[in-house]
């Protein structure tokens, strides 16, 4: 059975670290692209981060220099490293596999980012 | 970037009712086009990729056409599960855009 299990968020102050895993069974998180996905509270979904079965990756503008998404193979996990965190960061961050008939969601877990 | 502009941004409507739900795109995406749908404190569903292809397991109600930057999401005949939120977003170059949701409400 495919899963996605999310894990690591919580309650940063602005600037701090967060980061986040994805635990997958049921497939190998290399051979498919995997994304991240947030959705501030109330808010619309917004795609953050691709993680390319070759290796490559993509961010959207607003995170570019202070995310960085990578994979353990060993242990079938996908990451968000987190860094300067700002208040707008606060959102629930979804893994996600594919956007295709081989889609797959996590539950989501809560980054709060607050002074 | 790719800007994906849904309407209505919400929509009153009954069960049994007809309801199209479009989307439009910045740029062409010749049919990468996906859309979700999103209840309360879930995580997103798949409905429709490659702008009309039905996921598995979703119901045939569900139905999507469009290529280009034109895209429409139609439900047939709406059930009480179907009031939700729905999104659609382009996954034809990065960053994967979503649009900004319609809210489907029971009238």
């Known amino acids: 059975e495919v899963q996605l299990v999310e894990s690591g968020g919580g309650f940063v102050q602005p600037g701090g670290s967060l980061r986040l895993s994805c635990a997958a069974s049921g497939f190998l998180v290399s051979t498919y692209y995997m994304s991240w996905v947030r959705q501030a509270p109330g808010k619309g979904l917004e795609w953050v981060s691709v993680l390319y079965s070759g290796g490559s990756t993509a961010y959207t503008d607003s995170v570019k220099g202070r995310f960085t998404i990578s994979r353990d193979n060993s242990k079938n996990t996908l990451y968000l490293q987190m860094n300067s965190l700002r208040p707008e960061d606060t959102a629930v961050y979804y893994c996600?596999?594919?956007?295709?008939?081989?889609?797959?969601w996590g539950q989501g877990t809560l980054v709060t980012v607050s002074s | 970037d790719i800007q994906m502009t849904q309407s209505p941004s919400s929509l009153s409507a009954s069960v049994g009712d007809r309801v199209t739900i479009t989307c439009r795109a910045s740029?062409?995406?010749?049919?990468?086009l996906n859309w979700y749908q999103q209840k309360p404190g879930k995580a997103p569903k798949l409905l429709i990729y490659?702008?009309?292809s039905l996921q598995s397991g979703v119901p045939s109600r569900f139905s999507g056409s469009g290529s280009g930057t034109e895209f429409t999401l139609t439900i047939s005949s709406l059930q009480p599960a179907d009031f939700a939120t729905y999104f659609c977003?382009?996954?034809?170059?990065?960053?994967?855009?979503f649009g900004q949701g319609t809210k489907l409400e029971i009238k």
């Open positions: 996600a596999r594919e956007f295709n008939k081989n889609d797959f």
């Open positions: 740029q062409t995406i010749s049919n990468y």
């Open positions: 490659g702008a009309s």
């Open positions: 977003q382009q996954s034809y170059s990065t960053p994967y855009t």
